[in-house]
């Protein structure tokens, strides 16, 4: 399991979407996609055709973010049209077994995302479905919020349970991750980091997405 970045486009200059993923192709591990529906958050960005049309135009696999309601109706469309990683809210999913279930007889690996207030318990029952967890550091809808520490204890409980499982899980954080938060996050057991406007606004996105990955590397001592 390596130390993985998957930058977010949600800061990006959506209007040039293609162009501004293929900004980080060389130095990315992933693409994070953030899908917003405004009703599970109260921001709207892109849906399925989007995401399968970015698919198909690049060669990084994508990550993609499911912040939408009724997941279990949407989720397994994205693993449907090639998404290496499908992500949805535990707080939005009515079946999350059949959810991860559903993704992954479609070939993509399943996520399941924790807002900051719901606690690492509920999946507890979910680790032999789950490919993924991803601890939200901050509350999800908007980029460039600032990293809320607090989070810190629940990446560590959530790396603990991916030990525990015995399988592959990633530990995944999503929100203020920068040249400052990278490294605590890394030492608290996450190996998936995205990053948004840290990546985007960097003058040289592909340098910060080196930069990073080598903070996240010292710090878990490679
Ligand atoms: C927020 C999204 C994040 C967002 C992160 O709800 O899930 O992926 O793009 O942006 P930064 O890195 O700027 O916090
Ligand atoms: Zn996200």
Not at 103 to 118: F, H, Q, S
Request: aromatic fraction near 6%; include cysteine.
């Amino acid at each position: 399991m390596g130390l993985l970045i998957s930058p977010s486009v949600l800061n990006a200059d959506l209007s040039h979407l293609a162009d501004e993923v293929r900004r980080v192709e060389a130095a990315a591990d992933w693409i994070h996609l953030d899908v917003m529906d405004n009703h599970f958050v109260p921001n709207l960005t892109f849906g399925l055709p989007v995401v399968e049309s970015l698919i198909k135009n690049t060669s990084l696999p994508a990550d993609c973010h499911l912040m939408i309601h009724d997941p279990d109706r949407w989720a397994p469309a994205y693993a449907e049209v090639g998404a290496g990683s499908v992500t949805f809210h535990i707080e939005a999913a009515k079946n999350a077994r059949q959810i991860c279930r559903d993704i992954r007889r479609r070939g993509a690996r399943a996520g399941a995302a924790l807002k900051p207030g719901t606690e690492i318990t509920e999946i507890a029952e979910l680790l032999p479905e789950l490919d993924m967890i991803l601890i939200m550091t901050v509350e999800p809808g908007f980029g460039g919020q600032s990293f809320m520490t607090d989070m810190l204890p629940k990446v560590r409980r959530a790396r603990e349970y991916a030990k525990q499982s015995g399988t592959d899980i990633w530990v995944q954080v999503d929100g203020g991750i920068d040249a400052n938060t990278i490294e605590m996050c890394a030492e608290a057991g996450a190996n998936i980091f995205v990053a948004g406007s840290a990546v985007y606004r960097a003058q040289d996105p592909s340098n910060m997405i080196n930069h990073l990955r080598d903070i996240a590397m010292s710090a878990c001592g490679h």
